[in-house]
């Protein structure tokens, strides 16, 4: 199965373009978990048990088990075998290094952690990026347009030729994706003029969509600015951090609803 | 003891600039190594024993030990306790992200591997630099011009406002590195001319200067261009895969010595 097809079959069958942000901090647990061997996992699986039929995938913010030492291994292993077959795993790593470095990240991304889909910063241009392209069973949703204030520092300037970064990053981006049609872009939830004009430009790409909810994007807003484009937006703390009691997982799930 | 402070009495040591990139690949270690439950680790503490008179700084290119799987994380952990104490360790994470998150990667860079400097990628602007800046004992190399050919995709275009976007991070690296001085520049080896250039552009910022050996760049030609500018020149694979057989330690010392 292409990349595309995975997620058009996990969202018909959830009926929802929504991705559940798994940003989990071993630091802030809900109490409940005190005691566990790996706290982290057990969260994880109780916010996927409670909420995979209403999400169409997962997205791994790898920071966080990065930042939970010699834990981290196990919690994305056994996150990532805990999430139903038919549903799209997004590994949030934002890459991107020399082509020799970025296969090694390919392997651990693609092969040792098979996500079906990575994030991967752009800057140093398409041998840092090839490698991540190889396979057409794996996306690569590359950033375009972030949703955080500091995008205004690079990825709005203006060129000489009259684009902005953004804007030449994703010209980039659908030529890289022509040969597998397995590239995306990732665009901030929060900029809905732009989402609309990026969509405008790239009517072929994914988006995967950050900043709803605690970053103040709106699902409507990002629906109605993205029109018929294939979409998958993220949520996390909006979700996973519902409710910090013993209730966390069905607080998640309630959240998850509303935005379906 | 400040970042740059640490670099300076690192250099005065060991009368060298020369950094060794541990860049291990568990899937090509020396035959020797068969057997060892963490062979990564042996290899590195054999290339540091060798190298340590004639090094000023060990770089991790961590994609190398994210491949590894589960023992990773030792290795990260063991090869770190095993440098001495007054040479700089540098983490190449190439990171950034939103401010929560690049919170997260600073704990695991910073604090969780205490790594005196760690490299970032500053595509997503400010405030995902931010969190990596704050303690004036850890150094923050932003990647400027890189050494791969795809730096011309993005890095050298020309902005609006006429400087190419290179010079434009650089100018804001300039900015960022007021408050605590402790960010730097990564700018590559084999581009002479823009080292140059970038070096009157930044004469305060240490420079990060990977590229030379393998990739093309050469020890003079850097310390020509680079003139009196605190720099850091790293060499990889010219050094650790200097011999594959039993002798690859020796071999790494005697590559290493003719870079200083």
Redesign the interface.
């Known amino acids: 199965m292409t990349f595309l097809e995975k997620i058009k079959h996990a969202q018909e069958k959830s009926h929802s373009i929504l991705c559940v942000g798994l940003?989990t901090?071993w630091k802030s647990l809900p109490k409940k978990l005190d005691g566990e061997e790996n706290p982290v996992v057990v969260f994880n699986k109780a916010i996927i048990d409670a909420t995979k039929d209403v999400a169409c995938a997962y997205k791994l913010?790898l920071?966080?088990y990065?930042?939970y030492?010699?834990r981290?291994?196990?919690a994305v292993q056994e996150t990532l075998a805990s999430i139903p077959e038919h549903i799209v795993t997004i590994g949030?790593v934002?890459?991107?290094?020399?082509?020799a470095?970025?296969e090694?990240?390919a392997?651990?991304?693609q092969e040792?952690f098979p996500f079906d889909a990575i994030t991967i910063?752009?800057?140093?241009?398409?041998?840092?990026?090839e490698p991540f392209l190889r396979r057409a069973d794996r996306g690569v949703f590359f950033?375009g347009l972030?949703?955080?204030?500091?995008?205004?520092?690079?990825?709005y300037?203006?060129?000489?030729n009259?684009k902005k970064?953004y804007e030449?990053?994703t010209d980039?981006v659908r030529a890289w994706n022509e040969p597998k049609k397995n590239a995306g872009l990732v665009v901030g939830a929060t900029k809905p003029a732009e989402l609309r004009a990026l969509r405008e430009r790239a009517p072929e790409l994914p988006f995967l969509i950050p900043g709803v909810g605690t970053?103040g994007g709106t699902m409507e807003d990002v629906k109605a600015a993205n029109g018929d484009g294939i979409a998958i937006v993220n949520v996390s703390r909006g979700i996973i951090a519902a409710s910090k009691g013993a209730d966390f997982a069905e607080a998640a799930r309630a959240a998850a609803k509303k935005y379906t």
Chains 1, 2 share one sequence.
């Open positions: 940003d901090d913010q920071a966080y990065e930042a030492g010699e981290g291994y196990a949030d934002k890459r991107g290094d020399i082509g470095t970025s090694q990240y392997y651990a991304y040792m910063n752009p800057l140093m241009g398409f041998d840092a990026a950033l972030t949703s955080n204030p500091g995008a205004r520092d690079f990825e300037l203006e060129l000489s009259g970064l030449e990053i980039n970053q």
